[in-house]
């Protein structure tokens, strides 16, 4: 029989580096719970990025089933990864799961979760683009989560109607925030080193990494960032490369040795954390940079046709320029041209979150297991977004 006065064991999964950096909030504020145990599990998607991401939080792992393979294919992984979650999952008894996200980390922990009968939460629920292959696979293994999970954590009141109307019960979703504002402000008191040394006062940071992109795209985006710096001596860039070899292979055949153009390897989150502060703007098809950009008010022009976050946009702080050479030069160009425009789209107020998302989602997880939820901490709202 199960002692009724054990602790409550919450397993955290987490695979690639965004998923890591979204989850610390969570994993530390949780740990703080005298009557929870918290095991955080990792399955390794990422190697390096992901024992980067952990470091900046001083997070060490529970468990590493460490399933990372050079060049893994869509279905390699999730076929491994659903084997070795069972197998950390029979041992850990978790009396709840959680995830981050849309990966492929994601949506096997939500499957294993659901086969042991253990109860799935899903942080960053329902986002969407509406559209079933963008972006690829992400979009399908988001959807595919929510509808295994027992509790939704939403970070916008849009991804919570996202929700509703896949016919998800309202009872089962909290609106959050996003715990990337909350990453973002645990280092806002951290000092922020730079890993280069900035070429120009207007250096434009760059980040691609979606599958989407492969091939003709990122060669669109590699043209279209000659283009800016042969026109503009003003400007430089940095390119912290992901280390996909299909990432890979395009961008340092056509950026590598270029005047302003620095490719460097990816960057620890805090280092990150400073170029995107120290940078002109942002051009990227991050997921995670796209809330962290309008959180530090800065324009962020992202690399991509459609979004799952189109709060950003609708705000005005965020632009789809998608991976088309003149699109992204003329929309640069007009910011670098135009101080009032640049000046209105760094003002504008970052949707996704207060920075507190991981407390809600803790009191949340504390009220499920009937548990005393102490004194609220400085600075903390439990209602957000406020109306
Ligand atoms: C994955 C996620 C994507 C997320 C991205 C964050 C899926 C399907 N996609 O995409 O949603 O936005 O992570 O970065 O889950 N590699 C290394 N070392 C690392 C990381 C990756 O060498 O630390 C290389 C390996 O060759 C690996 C390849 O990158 O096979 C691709 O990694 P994978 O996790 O399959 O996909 P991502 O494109 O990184
Ligand atoms: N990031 C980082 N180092 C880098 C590039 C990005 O720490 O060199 C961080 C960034 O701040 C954000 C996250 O990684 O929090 C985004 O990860 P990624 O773009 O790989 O995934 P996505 O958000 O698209 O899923």
Not at 198 to 204: E, P, S, Y
Request: net charge neutral; hydrophobic share 40%.
């Amino acid at each position: 029989m199960t002692d009724p006065l054990a602790r409550k064991v919450v397993a955290c999964v987490i695979g690639t580096r965004p998923e890591a950096i979204k989850m610390a909030p969570v994993v530390l504020r949780l740990r703080q719970f005298d009557g929870l145990r918290v095991r955080l599990i990792s399955t390794g998607q990422h190697r390096e990025l992901l024992d980067q991401a952990l470091a900046d939080f001083d997070l060490t792992l529970d468990r590493d089933l460490g399933l990372m393979r050079p060049g893994q294919t869509l279905a390699e992984l999730p076929a491994r990864a659903l084997t070795s979650l069972d197998e950390a999952f029979a041992a850990e008894s978790p009396d709840l799961v959680l995830a981050q996200g849309d990966t492929t980390t994601v949506l096997a922990a939500a499957l294993a979760s659901f086969y042991r009968r253990v109860p799935f939460g899903h942080v960053e629920a329902g986002l969407r683009t509406g559209q079933p292959d963008r972006p690829f696979p992400e979009e399908k293994n988001r959807v595919l989560a929510g509808h295994l999970a027992s509790v939704h954590f939403a970070p916008t009141p849009r991804s919570r109607l996202n929700l509703l109307r896949e016919g998800i019960s309202n009872a089962s979703i909290h609106v959050t925030g996003n715990t990337a504002i909350d990453a973002l402000r645990l280092t806002a008191d951290q000092p922020c080193r730079l890993p280069v040394r900035l070429q120009t006062d207007r250096m434009i940071l760059v980040t691609a990494h979606r599958r989407e992109s492969f091939g003709e795209p990122m060669v669109e985006i590699c043209r279209a960032i000659i283009d800016l710096v042969d026109r503009d001596p003003q400007l430089s860039v940095v390119f912290p490369v992901h280390p996909n070899p299909s990432v890979r292979s395009v961008v340092g055949s056509l950026l590598q040795g270029r005047p302003r153009i620095q490719l460097i390897e990816p960057v620890g989150y805090r280092e990150f954390v400073g170029l995107m502060r120290g940078s002109f703007l942002i051009l990227t098809d991050s997921g995670g940079v796209q809330e962290e950009g309008p959180a530090l008010g800065k324009p962020v022009l992202v690399l991509r046709d459609e979004t799952e976050r189109p709060e950003a946009v609708e705000a005005g702080t965020v632009q789809l320029v998608g991976p088309h050479r003149s699109a992204i030069v003329e929309s640069v160009e007009s910011l670098a041209r135009e101080p009032d425009r640049y000046r209105q789209f760094a003002q504008v107020a970052n949707p996704y979150g207060d920075g507190w998302a991981a407390e809600r989602i803790a009191r949340v997880i504390l009220g499920r297991f009937g548990l005393e939820i102490a004194d609220d901490p400085a600075g903390f709202s439990p209602i957000w977004p406020r109306a």
